[in-house]
C-alpha cells in the first residue's frame, strides 16, 4: 500500500530563477535556506513520488480549452519552456501513470471531474521550487495542474474536498509508494494588475494563521472573501487548500514567510502534520 | 470578457523565436491575427491601459515583456490607466 509521507509548500516567481543574480544576498540566503529545508525534509522521507499542485502559466492550456483541474498521467513531462528554466534537469521528468491514473479514477468514482493528459509541460510554477531544493534524487512526478489564472477557479471548499480525494486516493492506491504532495504558489501577489509588485503582507500572516492552526470554516472565510483581494496571484492558495485537504486539515508548521517585493511575491514554505 | 485574438497573440509571444520575429516586424507579425482595428491601434500604441481591460493580466505581461517594456514602465502605465476616469470607461 502507498503512503503519504508528508504535505508540504513553497512560494514560487519567475524573478526567483530570472534576476537570481541581481536580488539582495539576504534574500538569496532566506530563500534558498527555506528550499533546502524543504528538500531536505522530503528528501529524509524517502519519497519515490511528489504529487505536484501547481497553477499552468499559459504553458499547457489556453483560452479554447481550460481545465479547472487536470491530472497528468503519462510517463514523463516536458520540463519548463522558460528561457530562464533552461538550467533545470532532468528533461523530460519522470511521471508516475499508475499512481496518476489511480487519482484519476478515484476522482471520477467520487463525483470529481479532473481533465487527463499523457504529455504535460510543468513550468517554473512547479520546477522552479523542485530545482531550488536540490533534492538528492529527483522523485517521480504526478502533476494536477489547476486553472488558477482565468476566472471562474474552483472554489476554496472544493480545493479542500479534492484534497481529501487526494489523501483517500494515496491511501488506496494498492502498490508500494512513499507519496509526498508538494503545492507551489502564493501567497499575496498580483501580475500585470495596477497592483502588480504589491504584497499584501497583513492578508498573508493571517492566512499563515489559519493553515497554522489547522482551521477549515474561518480558512475557507478568509480565502473566498479576501484571497481575490490580494492579487491575482493569490489564486494560487488553491494549491495550498488542496494540501490542507490532503493532510486533513492538521494545521501546518511554518518554516518562513518572507514578504518580498524583489519578487513581487509573499514568499511562504511550510511544511503539514500528516 | 476576453478578446481572444489579442490574448492569441500575447499567448503565442511565450516563444523567444516569435519574440525575435515580433520585434523585427511587429505590422507583419500582427497581420497573422485578425484582430479588431481598435485593439490592432492599441496594439501598435502600447496602450497598457485599452490592452489590460481586453486579456488575462499574466498574458498582458507577457505580451509587453516579449515587446521589450521594462516592468517599471509596464507598472506605470497600469497605475495610470487605473486612475484615469476616461480609460476607465473606454473601450470597455
Known amino acids: 500500500m502507498a503512503e503519504l509521507v508528508g504535505v508540504y509548500a513553497a512560494s514560487h516567481g519567475p524573478l526567483i530563477a530570472r534576476d537570481w543574480h541581481r536580488l539582495p544576498d539576504h534574500l538569496k540566503q532566506r530563500l534558498s535556506a527555506a528550499y533546502g529545508e524543504l528538500g531536505r525534509r522530503i528528501t529524509e522521507t524517502g519519497a519515490d513520488v511528489i504529487v505536484g499542485l501547481a497553477p499552468d502559466h499559459w504553458t499547457n492550456f489556453f483560452l479554447d480549452n481550460l481545465p479547472a483541474l487536470c491530472i497528468g498521467i503519462g510517463e514523463e513531462h516536458g520540463g519548463p519552456p522558460e528561457p530562464f528554466m533552461r538550467d533545470f534537469a532532468p528533461d523530460p521528468i519522470p511521471g508516475d501513470p499508475a499512481l496518476g491514473r489511480h487519482i484519476l479514477e478515484t476522482a471520477l468514482a467520487n463525483g470529481f471531474e479532473p481533465a487527463l493528459s499523457y504529455r504535460l509541460r510543468l513550468d517554473h510554477g512547479l520546477c522552479l521550487p523542485l530545482s531550488r531544493m536540490t533534492l538528492s534524487r529527483m522523485p517521480r512526478i504526478v502533476p494536477m495542474l489547476i486553472n488558477e489564472l482565468e476566472p471562474p477557479m474552483l472554489s476554496y471548499r472544493r480545493c479542500l474536498a479534492w484534497g481529501r480525494l487526494l489523501r483517500s486516493a494515496i491511501a488506496s492506491y494498492p502498490a508500494p509508494a512513499r507519496v509526498a504532495i508538494l503545492a507551489t504558489g502564493g501567497l499575496s501577489h498580483s501580475i500585470g494588475e495596477p497592483t502588480m509588485g504589491a504584497i499584501d503582507e497583513d492578508f498573508d500572516r493571517r492566512c499563515i494563521d489559519a493553515l497554522t492552526r489547522g482551521e477549515e470554516g474561518p480558512l475557507v472565510d478568509l480565502l473566498e472573501h479576501g484571497a481575490a483581494r490580494a492579487g491575482n496571484g493569490a489564486h494560487e492558495i488553491r494549491n495550498w487548500a488542496v494540501a490542507h485537504g490532503a493532510a486533513d486539515c492538521r494545521g501546518f508548521e511554518l518554516l518562513d514567510y518572507l514578504p518580498a517585493p524583489d519578487v513581487y511575491v509573499g514568499c511562504a514554505f511550510a511544511a503539514w502534520r500528516v | ?92
Open chain 2, 1 to 92: 470578457m476576453r478578446d481572444y485574438w489579442l490574448s492569441k497573440l500575447c499567448f503565442d509571444l511565450q516563444e523567444p523565436a516569435r519574440v525575435a520575429d515580433y520585434r523585427r516586424d511587429r505590422a507583419a507579425v500582427l497581420d497573422r491575427y485578425p484582430l479588431k482595428p481598435e485593439v490592432r491601434a492599441a496594439v501598435l500604441a502600447d496602450d497598457v491601459a485599452h490592452l489590460a481591460r481586453l486579456t488575462n493580466p499574466y498574458l498582458l505581461r507577457y505580451y509587453f515583456a516579449a515587446a521589450g517594456m521594462p516592468d517599471a514602465e509596464f507598472i506605470a502605465r497600469l497605475r495610470a490607466g487605473a486612475s484615469d476616469p476616461d480609460a476607465a470607461t473606454a473601450g470597455g
